[in-house]
């Protein structure tokens, strides 16, 4: 499988390029080239399957021009140690856990996948990468945890100040680690503006090998592709309908993987999904995103701070766009739905839900009707600890989800003891520090 960026559909690159080389100087985001017909492998595996199987499995089969099976094996039981869980719920209803990781988020799986890809990408090739990045905790603390003990991957983590999260002192380049972070006197918005300067200066990026750990790499994006065949052996030998997936819009990721996976010929008969500004209903009731009549080519440039997929999904539908209308079902849904929602998760289920997970049960419930056309099975993606939301989960349900210690660890502050920076010129001289 080769790549493209969104923007030129007429230059794929390698995998290894898509990844090391994370932004495409047109200003695109990479999206893969083409499906692959997995349709056999997917049919094939059962509930004894594990999802680093899984990974690995589907790695080779979609980058076997450039990667051996032993070393797609590779990368991907290096990375998982953990998998997500599926869990029925009642007859129609279950349950994608994705937050049984090291920190308690989802993001543990994509970041795990791109670090040990690059990892071994160098291993075999040579050359070395750094992540330049944004985080007020939780990327971090998953990077964090990825990184110990690479030789050829670091990491510079821009926080706005106080906001370091979840590093442990052995983390830190100057002890021996392989995380630089630095804390700005500033917003998170201000750190974005530094980060998103660095990348437009194309002699730095290759000066310094600079990458991000954000779903603006398509290195991190594609392992969320892998949680619906997944999803899928658990399921096939319980559910003989329809199969949906319900899930929070977030940046758009999980709604493209998913898609993503269908292309890989996966069952599945649609997402539904809170609908957002960017993700709305038309006057018809069906699925529309009101700024694509915008081209690419007359947009900025995408993000490398704090990315947004909606233009990975609107390519995947510019060349089929009939299938947006029916195949994605975003529901206009009211805090107050998302509310009930909420209570109704613990009340029933005894599920504690953040305001995200809510909102998604909440669109679940309003698409009933279509779900009850021919039986059909809904998936709820659950995609991060709710302790990560004790506010809203006490709040709204009354009571406070149990905080587990990797949580706590992951939420814990960090202080490097380090001078607050200002100015990019004080980052880029902060890059030079790091040596390997």
Known sequence: MKFISTRDSKNPVSFEKAVLDCMPGDGGLYVPSEAVDLRRWILYCDSSTSFSNTAGTLTSACINDEFSPIICETIASRAFGFEPEVKKLDDRLYSLKLYNTPTGSHKDFGISYLVNCIETIHDLKGGK??????????????????????????????????????????????????????????????????????????????????????????????????????????????????IYYGMPCGNYSNLVTGLYSWRLSMPVNGFICPATASLA????????????????????????????????????????????????????????????????????????????????????????????????????????DPSLSTEYVRHTTGEEPEKKDNVEAALRPSSPGRKTLKTVQEVIKALEAVSF
């Open 129 to 242: 990468s750094v992540f330049l990045d944004v985080t007020i905790g939780e990327l971090g603390a998953s990077l964090a945890r990825c990184l110990r003990g690479k030789k050829n991957v670091k990491a510079v983590l821009v926080y706005p100040a106080g906001c370091c999260r979840g590093l442990e002192e052995s983390d830190y380049i100057w002890n021996g680690g392989n995380i630089l972070p630095l804390e700005i006197d500033g917003t998170e918005s201000d750190c974005h503006k530094i980060v998103r300067q660095i990348f437009q200066d194309r002699t730095l990026v290759e000066k310094y090998g600079l990458t991000v750990a954000n779903t603006a790499n398509i290195g991190r994006l594609l392992p969320q592709m892998f949680f619906y065949p997944f999803a899928f052996s658990r399921l096939k030998s319980e559910v003989c309908s329809d």
């Open 281 to 384: 209903l038309d006057p018809m009731g069906l699925c529309t995103i009101p700024d694509d009549m915008v081209p690419f080519e007359k947009r900025e440039k995408a993000d490398p701070a704090s990315p947004s997929n909606l233009e990975r999904l609107e390519d995947i539908f510019s060349r089929n766009s009939l299938m947006l209308k029916h195949f994605v079902y975003p529901q206009n849904v009211t805090d107050k739905e998302t509310d009930e929602a909420c209570r109704e998760l613990f009340m029933k289920y005894y599920i504690f839900a953040d305001k995200n997970t809510s909102g998604a049960y909440a669109a679940i419930k309003k698409k009933k009707e279509l779900l009850d056309e021919d039986d059909a099975a809904a998936v709820l993606i659950e995609r991060d």
